[in-house]
């Protein structure tokens, strides 16, 4: 049996008899975590919108310097160009592309989960950090609620509201995720409907604000889905948002196109009390190679992307998001 599989018949376990537990998904699924209550903060650190799990820390240090060092340009296009040739074939119609970026900061991983500020905040010691402002799904009292989030624009734009919401790439590119989540919450939930589209929400950067768009969808779950809970989460993975539609199809293309390990980046964290979930999608993430810091970005992808705006795009996203 697969690490996966086990990971799932125990949640599932966990679940049907109300017991809590946080996890950790990779992208891919192959190295899915279960922590429980009373792990060390030296394992795990999180921090929800509700709930947090934090050792405590003295003063908070200062970012003093934040140098970032992507691919090049003419590298990022070889992937962009093999991503359109499978749109223009018919393959996808909409794939999240991401590339890694090396940073150099004054910052450890630890210093910049304390100064970080984000709905989500993860840190796993020695290997990465993240600020998320995507929820991935919640659970509460039996509904269960999905936000994909598609779409960034600065903040400091003439008429950025206007811009992105006016803008018919990402109005295509959002309509596509949100039919894909909906889909996805048809495996488990009935009634699923758009209950939100398109709203914003203002990101405070350490180098600028951005607007970022969202949408909610809903659906009722059965009353027995805690002991359902890891087969509802494992259903709806890899998340939509970060992976892309059709989306078997799309996630060969992604092994093909990125030609790098995503790891934990893109994947889920999230907590289950007992009754209710939240969780989160891994974006806005800073990983430890060996000693080096690699900040992992990116954005979709569909047939009106040009290579120009979709490389800014990602650069935009390499980011620590200070208060």
């Given amino acids: 049996m697969k690490n996966a599989e086990k990971i799932q018949i125990e949640m599932n376990r966990l679940g049907s008899r109300g017991k809590p537990f946080v996890f950790l998904m990779d992208f891919l699924m192959e190295n899915p975590l279960i922590f429980f209550a009373e792990t060390s903060p030296k394992k795990l650190q999180w921090q929800t919108p509700a709930k947090s799990f934090v050792s405590n820390s003295g003063k908070k240090p200062i970012l003093e310097y934040w140098n ?12 962009f160009d093999l991503v359109q040739q499978h749109i223009h074939n ?15 900061t004054n910052l450890s991983l630890d210093e910049i989960f304390q100064i970080s500020e984000a709905p989500y905040k993860i840190l796993f010691p020695t290997k990465f950090v993240c600020f998320s402002p995507e929820p991935f799904v919640k659970i509460e009292n039996g509904q269960i609620s999905a936000f994909p989030m598609k779409g960034t624009i600065d903040a400091g734009t003439k008429n950025a509201e206007e811009l992105i919401l006016s803008d ?19 495996l488990a939930a009935e009634n699923v409907q758009v209950e939100k589209f398109r709203y914003l929400e203002r990101i ?5 604000d951005l607007w970022q768009v969202s949408s909610k969808i809903t659906g009722d779950l059965p009353e027995n889905y805690p002991s359902k809970i890891g087969d509802i989460l494992f259903s709806m993975l890899p998340a939509g948002s970060i992976s892309g539609a059709p989306k078997n199809k799309t996630l060969e293309i992604i092994r093909e196109a990125e030609n790098y390990e995503r790891g934990f980046y893109t994947g889920i964290f999230g907590v289950f009390d007992g009754k209710n979930l939240d969780s989160c999608v891994l974006i806005r993430y800073l990983e430890n190679q060996n000693g ?12 009106m992307s040009k290579a120009e705006t979709e490389y800014e795009e990602m650069l935009k996203k390499v980011y620590v998001p200070i208060g």
Avoid at 90 to 104: A, K, M, R, S
Avoid at 168 to 186: C, G, Q, W
């Fill in 168 to 186: 018919s790439k990402e109005l295509a590119e959002h309509n596509t995720i949100v039919d894909l989540i909906r889909n996805d919450l048809s």
């Fill in 68 to 79: 970032t060092f992507p691919v090049a340009f003419s590298e990022y296009k070889k992937g």
């Fill in 90 to 104: 018919g393959d996808t119609y909409l794939l999240n592309f991401t590339q890694p970026t090396q940073v150099e």
């Fill in 204 to 208: 405070r950067t350490s180098n600028k």
């Fill in 292 to 303: 080096r810091l690699v900040y992992k970005s990116g954005g979709g992808i569909t047939f």
